[in-house]
């Protein structure tokens, strides 16, 4: 059985000592992947004070950006979006967030619905809202 690490081209670097994914048999796990950009500590839609705290934040342009480093992610590993059988999704504010959260999931799940578990989270490890952790075929 294969083992083996995987790291995205296209992907943000990870904030620790993790690869994108690992790839074990036919199955693809994918770290947890936020909506940060490659090459920069940029995060779509966030506004953040002198300290790093958060001023505000757009949840819509994180979702884009983090389903964006995922299917980035699957491709660079030989997979693909239409095959990802689980997620488990991270908000930091599931009251003001879930609803345009799920609505855009909806969307971009259409014609794949994996399994799926949503959890509010106190914190994560950059100033982001939302962080999901995906399961895929190869």
């Not at 992907?11 to 690992?22: K, L």
Request: aromatic share 8%; proline share 6%; with cysteine.
């Amino acid at each position: 059985m294969t083992n083996q690490i995987l790291n995205s081209s296209k992907a943000p670097e990870p904030v620790g000592a993790y690869p994108h994914a690992r790839k074990v048999g036919n199955l693809l796990f994918l770290s947890g992947v936020g909506p940060r950009e490659r090459g920069t500590k940029k995060i779509p839609g966030v506004e953040l004070d002198s300290d790093g705290n958060i001023l505000s934040y757009d949840i819509e342009a994180q979702c884009h950006s983090v389903f964006t480093n995922i299917k980035n992610i699957l491709e660079d590993s030989g997979s693909s979006w239409a095959n990802i059988v689980d997620v488990t999704v991270f908000l930091t504010n599931m009251k003001d967030d879930f609803k345009t959260y799920n609505r855009l999931y909806a969307e971009y799940f259409k014609d794949n619905q994996p399994c799926r578990t949503t959890m509010e989270i106190n914190c994560l490890p950059t100033p982001i809202a939302i962080e999901l952790k995906v399961i895929a075929t190869i």
